[in-house]
């Protein structure tokens, strides 16, 4: 079934109004709304099914690296204050030496 074919049973007054509707729809999906001839033509576009173990594996393997990275961040952010500390430290030192 044609999809202007479908949306007319929908409330679609004309084929018009059905492109207007499809058009209104692809902006606000952000996405461009195709008729497929055959299943053999879907196949080719739509990503592979993934198996639920290859999922969680693909997602404990994602969340370990984003908690390294946020980690180092961590880290990084900790030594940057320990840096300022001292410096704070050096000039109030000289302000009271001078």
Known sequence: M????????????????????????????????????????????TPSKVSHSELKAKLESSRFKFE??????????QSNYKDTDEKYEILRKRLFND
């Open 68 to 77: 390294a990275q946020l980690l180092k961040l961590q880290v990084s952010l």
């Open 2 to 45: 044609h999809l202007c074919t479908k949306i007319s049973t929908l409330g679609v007054s004309s084929a018009e109004d059905c492109g207007a509707q499809i058009t209104t729809l692809e902006s606000v999906l952000d996405s461009l709304v195709y008729t497929v001839r055959n299943r053999t033509e879907l196949e080719n576009v």
